[in-house]
C-alpha cells in the first residue's frame, strides 16, 4: 500500500524536535542552558507552524481514512501550535524561576502538543485513542512536575485518576459503539448510521461517549477535575490545559459527533444542549465566591465549555464556525489572562485575587491585558468574545431559545465576578507599591493578546471567513 | 469456526466488569485499589473489542488491533500513576485519597 507521508510532515517534524529538545535537555550541562532550551524549542515550533500553515485548501486521507486532513483539522492544529509558542514564549521566566530541573519541561510540552494534532487529524478510533492519551500522560507530567510541591502532586493524582477513568468511559462507549456498528472509521460510521436503524447498543455508547469527551472539555457535570488541577498546576500549563486541551477535545468531539454520529443528532442534541446549560449556569455561578485567581479562571473556563458547545447542537456549518471562531478568540483571551497571572506569581508569589490590589499602578500593562481578556469571556462589545457568542448563540435560535436566555444572563452574572477582578486591580491601593518589573518575552505575548482580542472584536472578518473555510471543509467528505 | 457462545454473554459479563471498576474507583479509598480499579475498566473494554471483533467482523482484526493498544497505553498510565503514588508517599506519607484535601475537593 503506497502512503504519502508528506502528508504527515507537521506531525513527524513535531515528534522530531520533542526528541530533539528532549536529547539537548538531557545532555546539556543544565543551569546556564535552561533560557537556550526554550528559546529553541519556540524556534522549532514556529518551524513546524510554518509547515502546518503550508497544508491549508488539503484535503487527503491516510491509511483508509484512519488520518484525516483537511482546512477544519489544519485550523485547529494553527490553533494548538500558536497556544504552545505563545505560552512557552510568555512563561519562560516563570519557568526558569519556578521550575527547578526543567529537561524535560519544554519537550513534554512539545509531546501533548503532539498528542492534540493527531487526535485533531484522528479519523478513526484507534488513532483517536492515541492522540488522546498522548495529551493526557503529558499532561498528568507537566501537572505534576513540581515534585517537592504536594499540591502539584496532589493535583496530577487527581487529575491521573480522572483522566484514566474518563478514558475507560470513552473506552467503553467507543467499543460499544464499535460492536453496533462494525466500523472504527469515523467517515464510514457517518454512512451506517445514517443507513441503518438506530439499536440500544449505539445510543447507550453515544451517552458514555458524551459521558467521556464531557471530562475532557471540563463540561459540568463532569468538571469536578478541572478547579484542583488548575490551582495546583503551574500555571502555563494550567494555560496550556484551558485553552489546548479544551480546543483538541472541541475538535475531536465535533469529528465524532458532527461527522461521525450526525445521523444521531436528535438523539444526542438535547443531551449536549442540557449539558451547555448546566456547565453554563453552574460555572458561572461556582465562579463568584472564588478568592484564587486560578480557581475563578477554572470554573469560568467550565462555562466557556458550555458557551463553545452550543456550537454542536444544529450539526451545521455555521455552528462549526462559530466553535472554531469562539475557540480561537479564547486562546487569546485566557493566554492574556494566565501571562498576567504568572507574572503576579513571580513577584507575590500569591494567586489570591487579594494581591492584585493596586496593580494597575504596579503595572499598568498586565492590569489592562487582564481587564480585557475578562471582558472579552464576559463577551463585552467591541471586544473578540462578543462577537464569537454572537456567532454561537444565532445557530440555535431555532430550536433552542431557552437555551439563548440562560446564555444571555449567564453572561451578565459572569460580569459581576470578572468586574470584582478589576475593582481590585483599579480601585484598591496597592500593599506594596513597587512597579512589577516583566521580561521583553511577557510584554511582547501580552501585547499580541491584547491586540488580537480587539482587532479580532471590532474587525472578524478574516477570521470569521478562515474558520467558515474551514467548517466547509468539514462537511464535504 | 461454530460457538455456542452468543455475544449476549460478553456484553453481560463486560458490562459486569466494567461496573465493578467504577463502584472500585468512587468506593476504594487508596490510590493503588483506585487503579486496580481504573485497570479493571480497562479489562471490560478489551473483552468488548475482542468480542465483538470475533462475532462481527470474524474476517478484519481491528478489534483485536484495537485491544492490544489499549493494554498498551493503561500500562503506561498505571507506570505513571504508580510513580506519583511512590512520590506521594514521599512528600504527603500516605496513600489515602481522602488526605488529598489541599487543594479542596
Known amino acids: 500500500m503506497h502512503i504519502d507521508y508528506s502528508l504527515l510532515s507537521t506531525e513527524i517534524a513535531l515528534a522530531i524536535l520533542g526528541l530533539i529538545v528532549f536529547t539537548l535537555g538531557l545532555t546539556l550541562p543544565s543551569r546556564s542552558t535552561n533560557r537556550g532550551l526554550g528559546a529553541f524549542a519556540i524556534f522549532g515550533l514556529l518551524i513546524v507552524l510554518g509547515i502546518t500553515v503550508s497544508f491549508w485548501g488539503t484535503q487527503a486521507e491516510l491509511l ?8 477544519f483539522s489544519v485550523f485547529f492544529k494553527i490553533l494548538a501550535l500558536v497556544a504552545a509558542i505563545l505560552i512557552v514564549f ?52 507537566l501537572v505534576a512536575f513540581r515534585k517537592t510541591d504536594g499540591h502539584s502532586l496532589e493535583a496530577g493524582i487527581k487529575y491521573l485518576i480522572l483522566a484514566g477513568v474518563s ?56 468538571h469536578m477535575w478541572a478547579p484542583d488541577v488548575y490551582e495546583g498546576a503551574p500555571t502555563p500549563i494550567t494555560a496550556y490545559l484551558a485553552v489546548g486541551s479544551k480546543a483538541a477535545s ?45 480557581r475563578m479562571l477554572a470554573y469560568s473556563s467550565i462555562a466557556q465549555a458550555g458557551y463553545i458547545m452550543v456550537g454542536l447542537l444544529t450539526a451545521s456549518p455555521e455552528g462549526i464556525k462559530g ?21 503576579v506569581y513571580e513577584k507575590t508569589k500569591s494567586d489570591e485575587i487579594a494581591s492584585y490590589a493596586g496593580l494597575s499602578q504596579r503595572s499598568p500593562l498586565a492590569a489592562a491585558v487582564m481587564l480585557i481578556s475578562l471582558l472579552s469571556m464576559a463577551g463585552i462589545p467591541p471586544l473578540a468574545g462578543f462577537v464569537g457568542k454572537f456567532y454561537l448563540f444565532t445557530t440555535i435560535t431555532d430550536n433552542f431559545m431557552w437555551l439563548v436566555y440562560i446564555g444571555l444572563i449567564m453572561s451578565m452574572v459572569s460580569v459581576y465576578y470578572y468586574l470584582r477582578v478589576a475593582l481590585v486591580m483599579y480601585r484598591d491601593e496597592p ?47 | 469456526m461454530a460457538t455456542s457462545l452468543n455475544p449476549t454473554y460478553f456484553i453481560f459479563l463486560s458490562a459486569a466488569l466494567f461496573a465493578i471498576g467504577v463502584y472500585g474507583v468512587i468506593a476504594k479509598k487508596n490510590i493503588i485499589a483506585v487503579l486496580v480499579s481504573i485497570e479493571m475498566m480497562l479489562a471490560a473494554v478489551n ?9 462481527f467482523t470474524p474476517e478484519a482484526f481491528i478489534g483485536q488491533i484495537f485491544a492490544i493498544f489499549v493494554v498498551t497505553v493503561a500500562a503506561v498510565e498505571i507506570g505513571l500513576g504508580l510513580a506519583l503514588a511512590i512520590a506521594l508517599v514521599r512528600k504527603r506519607g500516605t496513600t489515602n485519597l ?3 484535601d489541599w487543594l479542596k475537593w
Do not use: H
Request: with cysteine.
Open chain 1, 431 to 477: 500593599t506594596d507599591p513597587t512597579p512589577i518589573k516583566m521580561g521583553a518575552a511577557v510584554n511582547v505575548t501580552l501585547i499580541i493578546a491584547m491586540v488580537a482580542t480587539l482587532v479580532l472584536g471590532i474587525y472578524p472578518t478574516p477570521l470569521s471567513e478562515l474558520s467558515n473555510i474551514a467548517a466547509q471543509s468539514f462537511f464535504t467528505w
Open chain 1, 167 to 222: 478514558s475507560a468511559v470513552l473506552l467503553y462507549g467507543l467499543s460499544l459503539i464499535y460492536g453496533a456498528t462494525g466500523t472504527v472509521y469515523i467517515l464510514e460510521l457517518a454512512e451506517l448510521v445514517t443507513a441503518g436503524t438506530i439499536s440500544p447498543l449505539l445510543v447507550f455508547g453515544l451517552v458514555l461517549l458524551v459521558a467521556g469527551f464531557g471530562f475532557k472539555i471540563s463540561a459540568a457535570p463532569f
Open chain 2, 47 to 55: 473483552i468488548n473489542l475482542v468480542a465483538f471483533n470475533k462475532f
Open chain 1, 64 to 71: 483508509a481514512g484512519m488520518y484525516l486532513i483537511d482546512n
Open chain 2, 98 to 100: 481522602d488526605d488529598f
Open chain 1, 323 to 343: 466553535v472554531m471562531f469562539y475557540a480561537f478568540i479564547y486562546l487569546f483571551a485566557t493566554i492574556g489572562a494566565f501571562v498576567v497571572v504568572c507574572a
Open chain 1, 90 to 141: 510568555g512563561t519562560m521566566s516563570y519557568a526558569n524561576n519556578n521550575l527547578s530541573r526543567q529537561l524535560e519541561y519544554y519537550s513534554t510540552i512539545i509531546f501533548a502538543t503532539l498528542g492534540m494534532i493527531i487526535m485533531i487529524s484522528a479519523g478513526d478510533f484507534i488513532t483517536l485513542y492515541i492522540g488522546l492519551e498522548l495529551m493526557t500522560v503529558s499532561f498528568i507530567i
Open chain 1, 250 to 294: 472541541f475538535a475531536i468531539l465535533v469529528r465524532v459527533f458532527v461527522g461521525g454520529l450526525a445521523g444521531m443528532q436528535e438523539q444526542w442534541a438535547t443531551l449536549l444542549a442540557v449539558l451547555a446549560a448546566i456547565s453554563i449556569l453552574l460555572g458561572n455561578l461556582v465562579a463568584i465566591p472564588q478568592t484564587n485567581i486560578k
